[in-house]
């Protein structure tokens, strides 16, 4: 398994100087550049093109690609464009925590509420509560997130004044964990709400089959309860296709949180990410792609760990 | 409980919740109080909350363009003038100034009595140090251009400044001299390249202003806090907040929750402000804003070139009905590259009204007939172009549309429309790759020409449309060193009503800015330029 | 010996769409202790519903036991409710299935598969459980018993598994072991192991076993009598060497002359022609009627009844009928 583990460490360089010649690539052929948007009209020419010239925007792409991948060896990410003077990775790390904390605990409350449901389905297959919590599945894939966020904003925050109205804490006030975690139920539950509705289908499949095999009779023929039987025996086989999906998931969780940092006033990396594109931030934008990249890498990488751990078939 | 159970819980508090919205007519505690703006004494106390939709990108005004950030920066930093909500220029940390005969040579009298954030003095090596970065070869920043005039900034003494121009330059008090002073103690010592990389413009700016810098926490918020010794009088608001909030729907969610004191209001969200304000719980004012929009022509295009083209198109778009539907009527017809409220405002240009009939004899007379499938050709040339708008901005997609639908129907023309993404946008223009653009201008709070209308801004400048009117170049250049503002003025008019007449631009319409606050803020001053004019006058009214 | 397992009229049906199929028809079936029965026939007779019936392990939704006393030792245990029945499952009745490959957890390793079953019906600790457990795998023959509680299913053969399958079987020592069709997915040579080691072990432990299957050599190596289905339903009951010599049914001599013989020469396979009747189109009068060559007017319009012929032997046929007759007239 450590063989194998640092094989995938070491296959991840080549994937990632991959994906950052085709990022680099992109971006730069976009039409536009970082001064595109200084809106005052008395902006001289020469005084964009002093700017130009110093960030080494002029320079053939390929040109500038080097110089980025040199810094990037010597662990340095870079200066924002646009804020001038702050480092590109004090930008992504002022924020990082909070995508990282509105991931873990959204795909947790995921987890939390459609792995029960589907395994409850499974074993009620067809019944009235079944085809219920398929139509609320189902309504909760097909909302968009932002309907959701803005619905919940409306009426839970503003309305009743139940929840806070975006931020990650109260202003002005210490410290506290019930205040952050005030802050982010909200955002992270709508988050969740379309991978949990696809959870909750993909577990109740998984556990409709795994229930159909020779095993779980073998288990019932001891002697079992009902119980044991689904959560022992049955939810240890089911759970390893839904692993599989996790690392599947990141991705979208780094995107489709763009839209609930919107909604919820979340200071992530999602917003971070679309504003430097429409800035032309280059170096900003190349370290968010870089960032991303090794999150989902890395989020693969340990999907297929737990598979391996969950399931002793698989050997690596 | 039991997962199953769990979830009908959430199931039942949802309908529940649908239930109880049902009902409520929508009415909430407003815990405002008689929201007039002159009750009582000015008190000390409070934390006002502000929220935008952006965040800053530095602290200092030689390096930024946003106006998100000259409104953070106007908190911490002092001009040596200030324009008033008048367009009067008013002293700031000059006390008093004059101008010399030839208009080449300006004194400042500085006051003594101000210190930095940090404690230091504030004296003139400071005015010197800064209004000499942008005329060293080495500053590197988009601020430039309005200091192209100045040859040397010279100390007289600790509290006099002379500034040697090259020529005279009538919008010095506008536009040079608004731009903050900077600490030549603390900056005064790198090489001019770093002045705008170093840590000072991100983490720790210090400046002379009402407010001093606390906390900047990205993508969160900007916190600035009172400055005990500030020369004008301690702030009576202990504390200012700026709440980065990048969604327009939350930024108003948050203010009707009480949890913002002030914001701008976009077209769109006037009607929720004045629910809020008929419930008691916001003030809303407005005034006219230091902008205006409009549609840049192309004029190397075939048939917009010509000035009869270009007649008939206004003639043949509807503005006062664009207003009316897009803007819901908050605005004003323009038909001259400024602003009603500035001094040098023409009264009397030449107008075209919209008369559809009118703008079909024009074309027809300039030779453009009506073609077999129903759009406009001349000497084989169709009367078809496309109008271009960046995405994002919905009021000029509608106008956009409004005009295509006009031109077509009335004019015979045939009209593409295309939306952009900002950057791109902006791209295509500056590559002169457009027919027409939506777009528009933030003026200067001084009324000169803008370069945009200057010929020698066509090559990289600019005047993105290839406008060139020798008479508007001489009377740009002559009003740009007329010391005489009543002279100047006369001079800028007759250059708007030639602008006017040659519609290098359609002009549409300036808007009314409209801001919402707290009726509990006192002292509340709408300029239209700074949205937080003299804040450390402003005060909360105790309950 | 006394009785130790009665079936009495054993009605299983499933309800599929309104429609009634009655899988288990009308069984009746005796175990004594320590004996070894065989339950034969075709696919499709019934024969492993009836088991399940007896473990109330039938597939739902849609089957049921609608009829019917399962007698195990003086309780009924169709009686009993889910959580008795719980009880009884693994420690008075085991049960092991056709297909070893599939019949265990892969992601729990072979200990804790054993383990398991003795906790859950013994109050015994984890290490005796633990130590039980690798006794119980000595016996089926593991000599690497040890090494064997750590491994996961996936590394054993098919014949290795269905020795794990055994063990578990009889770990709490049950009075009954139902095993369906314990050989048919495995190679004749560990075919003949598995027997074996399943003759050895039912001496040892006094165990009785409800053998099914439909492989007739498997039959005359283990069991002492032999109960043929069809149809749903019981046909003939007859110790093993009466029926093997001297079958009464049509069916069981079918069956009989099915099986290829290994000396002489062979001509022809010789096959019962026609096919198994699917349990919702059972025709009217006796099942077998339509693929029986000595079938006669009678067999088409009534339906036989189980009679005995002997103290031993009994049989579902008209053939018979007069027979028996003649046998009361006798007495």
Redo the contacts between chains.
Sequence with gaps: MITYIIRRCLLTIPVLVGISMVSFGIVQL????P?????????????????LE?YGLNDPIPVQYVKWMGQILQGNLG?SL?????TVQE?IL??LP?TLLLMIVSAIIAFA?AI??G??SATKPYTL?DYT?TT?SFLGVATPNFWIG?LA?????????WF?????AT??EPFSIFDRLHHLILPAVVLGTSDMASLTRYSRTSMLDVLDQDYIRTARAKGFKQGKVVYKHGLRNGLIPVITMTGLMLPNFIGGSVII?????W??IG??FI?AT???DYPLIMGLVMVSALLVVVGNLLADILYAIFDPRIEY | MK??K??WLN?FIFIL?LF??AC?DGS?DSTASDASATDGEPAEGG?L?VGGL?GP??FNSL?S??STDSTIQDFMFNGLVEMDENVEPQPDLAENWEQSEDGLAWTFNLRDDVTWHDGESFTADDVVFTYSLPIDED????????F?KFEEVVKIDDYTVEIHLSDPAPDMLADAMGYHVLPEHILGDLPV?EV????F??KEPIGTGPYKFDEW?????V?VVANEDYFEGRPYIDSI?Y?????K??LL??F??G?LDHLSLTTEDIPSGEGLVEDGAAIMESIESASYSFMLYNLEHPALKEKEVRHALAHGLDRNTVIDTVLDGNGNVLDIPAVPFMPAYNEDPPVFEYDPEKAKEILDEAGWEVGADGVREKNGERLSFSIISNQGNSVREKIMLIAKQQWEEELGAEVSTEII????????V?RHEFDIAMRG??I?LDPGI???FATEQI????NYGFYSNPEVDRLREESDLEPDPEKRYELIEEAQAIIAEDQPYLFLYNSDAYTLYNPKLQGHIMHPKAEFYRVHEWWFAQD | MSDLLTIENLKTYFFKKKKVIPAVDGVDLKIKKGETIALVGESGCGKSLTSLSIMRLVPKPGGEIVEGKVNLDGVDLTKLTENEMCKVRGRDVSMIFQEPMTSLNPVLTIGEQLIEVIINHQKVSRPKAREKSIELLKIVGFSRAEEIMKDFPHRLSGGMRQRVMIAIALSCNPKLLIADEPTTALDVTIQAQILELMKGLTKEFDTSILLITHDLGVVSELAERVVVMYGGQVVEEAPIDSILNNPYHPYTDGLIQSVPSLTGEIKELHTIKGNVPSPDQFPKGCRFAPRCHKAFDRCFNEHPDLKAISDSCSVRCFLYEDKQEEEEYNV
């Design positions: 976009a039409p536009g550049e001064t595109a948007l200084f809106i005052d009209p008395e902006i001289s020419a020469e005084d964009r093109e002093a700017y110093h200066y646009i804020n001038q003077g702050m930008m002022a924020r909070n509420i029960p449901i395994v409850y509560k919590f609320f803005l904003v409306t009426f839970l925050s503003v309305q009743f004044g806070p109205t975006g931020g990650v202003l002005n940092e919107k909604v919820f006033n200071p992530g917003l971070l504003d429409f800035q032309r | 997962k199953g769990k979830f199931v919740t109880l919205v409520n909430f934390d909350i952006s990108t530095v390096y363009t946003s500053y590197i920043g988009p601020r430039g251009s309005s192209e390249e705008g990389t170093h840590e413009n991100t926490k990205q993508g969160q918020y916190r907040t709440k980065i909030v990048p969604d729907n939350s969610a948050q009707t929750a949890d993404e900002s950057s791109a946008f902006s791209d295509q500056h201008w933030s200067s803008s370069s945009a090559e990289n400048g600019t």
